[in-house]
C-alpha cells in the first residue's frame, strides 16, 4: 500500500508509532509524543476499568436478572461498549510498545468504529423507545411485538458492521475515492442524524415527564436513561465530530486522540451510573451490584409509571 493511498488514520499511528515529534511539512506542530503517551496511559487504565464493569453488567443481565424488552438494549450496549474498550486495550498496549502497527492497527480501528457506532445507535433506541413508551403506552403495551428489542438490536449492529466493513474496504484494503465520501457519511449518520434524534427524544421524555401536570412515576430506569445519553453528548460525541472534521480536512492538534480519550470514558462510565443509580438512597452497608441492577432494571416503579399512564388515558378517554 503506498503512502500516497494510505488512509490519513493509518499515517498518523504509523508516524505516533515511530515517536515522531518533528514539525509538520505545512509548518503545523506536531503533536507531543509525551502527551501522547500518557493520553494512550489513561486509555489504558479506563478501558481496563470498563471492560471489568461491562463485564459484571453482561454476566448478570445474561444469566442472573430477568430480561424485559429495555435491558435487552442495555445488554447490547454493555457489549458493544466492551468490545469498544478492548479493541482501545489492544491498540494502545500496541502503541506504548511502540509496534510497528500497521495494516493491523487499521482492523483494530475498524473494530473501534463498528462498535463506537452501534453503540450510538443502541442509545438512540433506547431513548425513542423510552419516549414512545410513556407517550403512546397503550399503544406500545398492547402492539408492541415481543422481540422487537432483539430485532432491532441485531438491525443496528448489521447495520454498523455493514458501513464499517465497507469503509475498511474502500479506505484499507481497496484504497479508492469512494473513501473519503463513505467516511464523511458514516460521520453525518453518527453525527447529524443519530445524535439529534437522540437529543430530541431524550429532551421531549424529560419535559414531558418534568412538565406535565400528570404526575408521573418515573422510576430509576427512567434516571438511567438520562443520565447515559447526558454522559453521552458529553463524552462520546466529540469523537464523531473531531473525525468528521478531519474528515473535512479541519485538523486540530491532539484530534482525534482527545475524542478517543472521552468516548473511552464514557464507555467505561455506564456500569459505574447503574450501580450509583441502582443502590441510591439505601443505607445497608452490604449492598450488593445483583441487587442494584435489579432495583435498576427490574424497577417496579417503571412499570407502574406505565399501568398508572395507561389506566388514566383510559379513564381521561
Not at 511539512?25 to 486509555?43: D, I, W
Not at 471492560?51 to 454493555?78: D, Q, S
Not at 479506505?171 to 465520501?181: F, L, N, Y
Request: glycine share 6%; charged share 15%; with cysteine.
Amino acid at each position: 500500500m503506498s503512502a500516497s493511498t494510505t488512509p490519513f488514520f493509518l499515517l498518523d499511528a504509523n508516524s505516533q508509532a515511530q515517536g515522531a515529534n518533528h514539525s509538520s511539512a505545512a509548518g503545523r506542530p506536531e503533536p507531543s509524543y509525551a502527551v501522547l503517551k500518557f493520553m494512550e496511559s489513561f486509555c489504558l487504565i479506563s478501558a481496563a476499568c470498563g471492560m471489568v464493569g461491562n463485564g459484571i453488567v453482561l454476566w448478570y443481565l445474561g444469566f442472573c436478572i430477568r430480561r424485559n424488552h429495555f435491558t435487552v438494549y442495555i445488554l447490547n450496549l454493555a457489549a458493544a461498549d466492551f468490545g469498544y474498550l478492548l479493541c482501545i486495550a489492544i491498540e494502545t498496549v500496541q502503541y506504548l510498545m511502540q509496534f510497528n502497527v500497521g495494516v493491523q492497527f487499521g482492523i483494530f480501528l475498524f473494530l473501534d468504529l463498528f462498535t463506537y457506532g452501534t453503540g450510538l445507535y443502541l442509545l438512540t433506541a433506547i431513548s425513542i423507545e423510552r419516549c414512545l413508551s410513556v407517550l403512546c403506552p397503550i399503544w406500545c403495551r398492547s402492539h408492541r411485538p415481543k422481540h422487537l428489542s432483539a430485532i432491532i438490536s441485531g438491525l443496528l449492529w448489521c447495520l454498523s458492521l455493514l458501513l464499517n466493513t465497507v469503509g475498511y474496504i474502500l479506505c484499507s484494503i481497496h484504497p479508492s475515492g469512494s473513501c473519503r465520501m463513505l467516511l464523511i457519511t458514516i460521520g453525518v449518520l453518527d453525527f447529524l442524524v443519530c445524535t439529534p434524534l437522540m437529543l430530541f427524544f431524550s429532551l421531549t421524555l424529560f419535559l414531558r415527564v418534568k412538565c406535565s401536570s400528570q404526575k408521573f412515576r418515573t422510576g430509576r430506569l427512567f434516571t438511567v436513561i438520562m443520565l447515559t445519553v447526558l454522559f453521552f453528548l458529553i463524552f462520546a460525541v466529540p469523537l464523531s465530530v473531531l473525525i468528521l472534521f478531519d474528515f473535512l480536512g479541519y485538523k486540530f492538534l491532539y484530534s482525534p486522540e482527545i475524542g478517543f480519550v472521552l468516548s473511552c470514558v464514557n464507555s467505561s462510565l455506564n456500569p459505574v451510573i447503574y450501580f450509583l443509580v441502582g443502590s441510591y438512597r439505601d443505607r445497608r452497608i452490604k449492598f450488593t451490584l445483583r441487587l442494584a441492577f435489579q432495583r435498576v432494571f427490574e424497577d417496579s416503579a417503571d412499570d407502574k409509571e406505565e399501568r398508572d399512564t395507561r389506566d388514566t388515558i383510559t379513564m381521561s378517554s
